[in-house]
Nanobody
């Protein structure tokens, strides 16, 4: 059974940094691309970042501020978020990308429960 567990969210002030973690189990982690999405109430799920390891992709709104990386030995993927602003407030999900389409949420087959990030102004 595949499980993805996110952690690291919280309440921070504008300009602060956070690092989100996602621990995966029940799959051959190293063969899959991984991604982060976020969602706020009433809005569609938004692509944040995706990686296969060597390749990394970012949503336009987070480029140059967020960094995705993974540790295949620990079956984990991380999202380092810098220069946070209130528009980054959302529930952040990590997910397993089966097709390596990265930005397309339909490419993802397993999802975590999410971790809340709230950025105050």
């Amino acid at each position: 059974q595949v499980q993805l567990v996110e952690s690291g969210g919280g309440l921070v002030q504008a300009g602060d940094s956070l690092r989100l973690s996602c621990a995966a189990s029940g799959l051959r982690f190293e063969v899959y691309a991984m991604g982060w999405f976020r969602q706020t109430p009433g809005k569609e799920r938004e692509f944040v970042a995706g990686t296969s390891g060597a390749a990394k992709y970012y949503g336009d709104s987070v480029k140059d501020r967020f960094t995705i990386y993974r540790d295949d030995a620990k079956n984990m993927v991380f999202l380092q978020m810098n220069s946070l602003n209130p528009e980054d407030t959302a529930l952040y999900y990590c997910a397993v990308d089966n097709m390596r389409h990265y930005t397309d949420y339909q490419s993802y087959i397993y999802w975590g429960q999410g971790t809340q990030v709230t950025v105050s102004s």
